[in-house]
């Protein structure tokens, strides 16, 4: 068997992946290496339920193998497994690791799974080394056939369980704790609002208050593109800046002053009245489970929210908010990080990439000659 290559983050840029910033900060090392030297890496956890009828909830509980170097013989989630390395990882690509250990463990097929969703993100320590853990839940169909691993596996006691089941597991029985806690709060919660609750609304239907969060390091066309698209689908917009107290580094190098001078400009010269916008400057707070609230808290009141982000967009999902679908244009190449990149580069295909009145402001922050030095010192430091 080839030896896995992890996805593993430095200890101080784990707080980045609460801001949905991924790919940034992972970086590959053999699974032997990273365990021996401690470095943190991400794993995923998949609770699995499914309704047997209408009053009826199963719970699918594995218990791990008497073989596993680790925690033998107790019972755990549904499925685990280490996220493997890859560019440009995602919480999408990280969702279908779980997918992934949900077939290798118990056989379950990808068709079979009715509906997934992000549920949190934990940070994981034990005697080997941290875990940073993407937790998703899972519907399956009840009539799944189930196949237990078990090399993986205990085959006769991994299987669906009743709520009072569960109850008398969790009670009496071996279990990690860090997925003890899960089911507890799982089966104490309404799992049927829980996933009912997840909408995206259809972009033709009208709104009064759109919400669209971008870090607009710097605003170009892509950004202009959603933002007259929401005004079509909206009375007024509400513009998050993201990561607002981030400057002066190669990902964020515009302070939260200079990006809202940025919008504000770029409104102007559509002639977009200020009395439909309204922009908020919104901090990271690096907790991906609170993130929601904080925003609200900030913004205020708003009827649908827009992004393109997947990790934003599940975000505000697993919190019941409605989230309208993607208004994506050349993702690949009106993004903010192609944008710096090509800028760094020192030529000129990024002129067509970010409005004229955004460049005209760049020039008067010195923010090309900002980012170019930056992009330096990032190197030296390398």
């Given at each position: 068997?080839?030896?896995?290559?992890?996805?593993?983050v430095?200890?101080?840029?784990?707080?980045?992946?609460?801001?949905?910033?991924?790919?940034?900060?992972i970086?590959?090392?053999?699974?032997?290496?990273?365990?021996?030297?401690?470095?943190?890496h991400?794993i995923?956890?998949?609770?699995?339920?499914?309704?047997?009828?209408?009053?009826?909830?199963?719970?699918?509980?594995?218990?791990?193998?008497?073989?596993?170097?680790?925690?033998?013989?107790?019972?755990?989630?549904?499925?685990?497994?280490?996220?493997?390395?890859?560019?440009?990882?995602?919480l999408?690509?990280?969702?279908?690791?779980?997918?992934?250990?949900?077939?290798?463990?118990?056989?379950?097929?990808?068709?079979?799974?009715?509906?997934?969703?992000f549920?949190?993100?934990?940070?994981?320590?034990?005697?080997?080394?941290?875990?940073?853990?993407?937790?998703?839940?899972?519907?399956?169909?009840?009539?799944?056939?189930?196949?237990?691993?078990p090399?993986?596996?205990?085959?006769?006691?991994?299987?669906?369980?009743?709520?009072?089941e569960?109850?008398?597991?969790?009670?009496?029985?071996?279990?990690?704790?860090y997925?003890?806690?899960?089911?507890?709060?799982?089966?104490?919660?309404?799992?049927?609002?829980?996933?009912?609750?997840?909408?995206?609304?259809?972009?033709?239907?009208?709104?009064?208050?759109?919400?669209?969060?971008?870090?607009?390091?710097?605003?170009?066309?892509?950004?202009?593109?959603?933002?007259?698209?929401?005004?079509?689908?909206?009375?007024?917009?509400?513009?998050?800046?993201?990561?607002?107290?981030?400057?002066?580094?190669?990902?964020?190098?515009?302070?939260s002053?200079?990006?809202?001078?940025?919008?504000?400009?770029?409104?102007?010269?559509?002639?977009?009245?200020?009395?439909?916008?309204?922009?908020?400057?919104?901090?990271?707070?690096?907790?991906?489970?609170?993130?929601?609230?904080?925003?609200?808290?900030?913004?205020?009141?708003?009827?649908?929210?827009?992004?393109?982000?997947?990790?934003?967009?599940?975000?505000?999902?697993?919190?019941?908010?409605?989230?309208?679908?993607?208004?994506e244009?050349?993702?690949?190449?009106?993004?903010?990080t192609?944008?710096?990149?090509?800028?760094?580069?020192?030529?000129?295909?990024?002129?067509?990439?970010?409005?004229?009145?955004?460049?005209?402001?760049?020039?008067?922050?010195?923010?090309?000659?900002?980012?170019?030095?930056?992009?330096?010192?990032?190197?030296?430091?390398?």
């Open positions: 068997m080839d030896e896995e290559i992890l996805a593993c430095e200890e101080k840029n784990i707080q980045y992946l609460h801001s949905g910033q991924i790919s940034k900060y970086f590959p090392m053999e699974r032997i290496q990273a365990h021996k030297k401690k470095i943190p991400i995923v956890r998949f609770f699995i339920i499914s309704f047997k009828s209408e009053n009826e909830i199963l719970f699918l509980v594995q218990k791990r193998g008497k073989s596993k170097e680790s925690y033998p013989e107790f019972f755990t989630d549904s499925a685990s497994g280490h996220v493997i390395f890859e560019k440009n990882l995602d999408t690509k990280i969702k279908n690791n779980a997918i992934r250990e949900l077939e290798e463990e118990f056989g379950i097929l990808k068709k079979a799974i009715e509906k997934i969703i549920y949190d993100l934990s940070v994981e320590e034990d005697n080997v080394t941290k875990e940073i853990a993407y937790i998703f839940l899972g519907v399956v169909d009840y009539d799944a056939e189930l196949n237990p691993n090399e993986e596996v205990d085959p006769n006691e991994s299987k669906f369980y009743s709520k009072s569960l109850i008398g597991i969790l009670r009496n029985q071996k279990s990690i704790d997925s003890k806690k899960i089911w507890e709060k799982i089966i104490s919660s309404d799992v049927k609002e829980m996933f009912q609750s997840q909408k995206i609304v259809n972009t033709t239907e009208k709104f009064n208050t759109g919400f669209f969060i971008g870090r607009f390091q710097p605003l170009h066309h892509g950004h202009i593109y959603v933002i007259k698209r929401i005004l079509e689908l909206c009375n007024r917009i509400k513009i998050g800046i993201g990561s607002s107290q981030m400057s002066n580094n190669m990902n964020d190098p515009f302070t002053e200079e990006r809202k001078m940025f919008i504000e400009s770029a409104m102007r010269k559509r002639e977009i009245p200020s009395e439909n916008y309204d922009i908020f400057e919104i901090p990271d707070i690096f907790n991906a489970n609170k993130w929601v609230d904080h925003v609200t808290s900030i913004v205020g009141n708003f009827d649908v929210a827009f992004s393109n982000s997947d990790w934003v967009r599940q975000l505000f999902e697993s919190k019941g908010i409605k989230v309208g679908k993607k208004l244009i050349f993702k690949n190449k009106f993004n903010g192609n944008v710096r990149n090509l800028i760094v580069k020192n030529g000129k295909k990024w002129f067509n990439l970010v409005p004229k009145e955004v460049i005209t402001l760049m020039e008067k922050f010195n923010g090309i000659e900002r980012m170019k030095n930056l992009s330096k010192n990032s190197e030296k430091r390398e």
